[in-house]
């Protein structure tokens, strides 16, 4: 399970581009999005670097040190 703080999230259209970017990285990733809280967790195979790669191709960077 990979938790990213994701402070450039701030409505539902963030939510919805968000979780498609991580299920079009990994289809099977079970993904959970707290826009309140600006997180989302991941349960994917795909290693932490790949998940932040595509949050940050689709215009979310993971704040850094935000790691688990």
Do not use: K, N, W
Not at 4 to 9: Q, V
Not at 46 to 61: C, D, I, Q
Request: glycine content about 4%.
């Amino acid at each position: 399970m990979h938790r990213f703080t994701l402070p450039d999230m701030s409505c539902g259209h963030c939510v919805a581009a968000i979780t498609e970017a991580l299920r079009a990285a990994d289809a099977q990733a079970r993904v959970e999005v707290d826009l309140a809280a600006r997180t989302a967790e991941v349960d994917s195979a795909l290693p932490r670097e790949t998940l932040a790669a595509a949050l940050t191709e689709a215009g979310y960077p993971p704040a850094p040190g935000a790691a688990s």
